[in-house]
């Protein structure tokens, strides 16, 4: 059924985000809320919040070890989200809990005396988030980019690049490609020219694709939602004050849908996707690949890291992180080729 009329998302909310690809949701949840949220956060990391001397990693993903409903922690938040996919039947179980995997970018003292903002033309970590599927113009895996800010995100305080030309970008390239391709954008028989980020980085420095770069700063307690084709990166900490966030899992049960019937039922995620590609439809468009489960690296490394925060909670002296999915994520994806874990391949 189609949404004839919108609770959460403002008119003007709406345009900004067919026009940019983003909205930001001011207020989703209080500062007391992001401190009950985040309280357990320095023991995890073995670090002390009042010593930077303590904050061995510049940036770090942290696993999840504990979920929240966010139709109760963030009701504000979750009515957009909704909104923006179509409605809340169209989105899985999975979608309503927010984890307690905090991306926390510490930045460093060395960043702090340089001054220097690194612009987004520098960066090495521009992507589109999904590492666990193959991925189609339609897939249902990631169905937005939810960005919680649990702190302050501050201008050129580690906040979230991002590149909205990026989203026509991948559309055309995903369009082009019905047989799928890895997260990382490459073909079959690609993966070894195209294994980390080059592909996305490669679009980010042609000037005739990707013009218009933004960071995503917030108040504690916003919430920012991205189209799920956005491309963005961690950009550089140049304050050196902690900024946490998460990366909240939006899920939908079927795919999006590219040419419906009545064009009334496209969901705005969807209607943003057929303005980019510059049409009203893909009448006859369907993928011609398998919809297969992969299984990354990543995942082996934060089952080790979630061990270690667990000793941490339990008073063990383990020493402090020194390792994370970002710092090691060049090794890891190397070994992300077009091999789906028999174990969990499975359709969507």
């Given at each position: 059924m189609a949404i004839t009329k919108y609770e959460f998302l403002t008119p003007d909310q709406i345009a900004h985000f067919m026009t940019h690809g983003w909205v930001r949701i001011p207020s989703c949840f209080t500062p007391q809320?992001?401190?009950?949220?985040?309280?357990?956060?320095w023991t995890r990391?073995?670090?002390?919040?009042?010593?930077?001397?303590?904050?061995?990693?510049?940036?770090?993903?942290?696993?999840?070890?504990?979920?929240?409903?966010?139709?109760?922690?963030?009701?504000?938040?979750?009515?957009?989200?909704?909104?923006?996919?179509?409605?809340?039947?169209?989105?899985?179980?999975?979608?309503?809990?927010?984890?307690?995997?905090?991306?926390?970018?510490?930045g460093s003292e060395k960043?702090?005396?340089?001054?220097?903002?690194?612009?987004?033309?520098?960066?090495?970590?521009?992507?589109?988030?999904?590492?666990?599927?193959?991925?189609?113009?339609?897939?249902?895996?990631?169905?937005?980019?939810?960005?919680?800010?649990?702190?302050?995100?501050?201008?050129?305080?580690?906040?979230?690049y991002i590149?909205?030309?990026?989203?026509g970008v991948v559309a055309r390239h995903l369009r082009d490609n019905p047989e799928g391709v890895t997260p990382y954008m490459a073909r079959r028989g690609e993966e070894s020219?195209?294994?980390?980020?080059?592909?996305?980085?490669?679009?980010?420095?042609?000037p005739e694709k990707c013009r218009d770069f933004q960071q995503m700063t917030g108040k504690c307690g916003d919430v920012v939602l991205l189209h799920p084709l956005m491309m963005h990166s961690a950009s550089r900490n140049v304050l050196h004050v902690p900024r946490i966030i998460t990366n909240a899992f939006v899920c939908l049960k079927e795919p999006f849908n590219f040419d419906r019937e009545d064009p009334r039922e496209y969901s705005l995620v969807e209607r943003k996707t057929l303005k980019e590609l510059g049409v009203d439809s893909l009448s006859g468009w369907m993928i011609k690949g398998d919809r297969e489960t992969l299984k990354p690296g990543r995942e082996r490394i934060h089952e080790r890291m979630k061990?270690?925060?667990?000793?941490?909670?339990?008073?063990?002296?383990?020493?402090?992180?020194?390792?994370?999915?970002?710092?090691?994520?060049?090794?890891?994806?190397?070994?992300?080729?077009?091999?789906?874990d028999q174990?969990?391949?499975q359709s969507v």
């Open positions: 809320q992001a401190t009950e949220w985040i309280k357990d956060l990391l073995g670090y002390n919040k009042d010593d930077p001397s303590t904050w061995v990693l510049k940036k770090i993903n942290m696993p999840v070890l504990n979920t929240l409903d966010v139709r109760e922690f963030a009701p504000k938040a979750w009515g957009a989200i909704c909104e923006l996919c179509g409605g809340e039947e169209r989105l899985s179980e999975i979608s309503r809990f927010w984890g307690d995997n905090f991306i926390v970018n510490f960043l702090k005396r340089r001054g220097r903002a690194v612009g987004p033309r520098e960066l090495d970590n521009w992507h589109v988030d999904g590492d666990t599927f193959v991925h189609f113009l339609d897939s249902p895996n990631q169905g937005l980019l939810v960005i919680p800010c649990i702190t302050d995100v501050l201008e050129n305080g580690g906040a979230t590149c909205p030309d990026g989203i020219r195209f294994y980390e980020f080059q592909w996305f980085c490669e679009q980010v420095k042609d061990e270690m925060e667990l000793r941490r909670l339990a008073g063990e002296d383990v020493g402090p992180v020194a390792d994370s999915g970002v710092e090691v994520h060049r090794e890891i994806v190397k070994g992300l080729v077009w091999k789906p174990a969990t391949a």
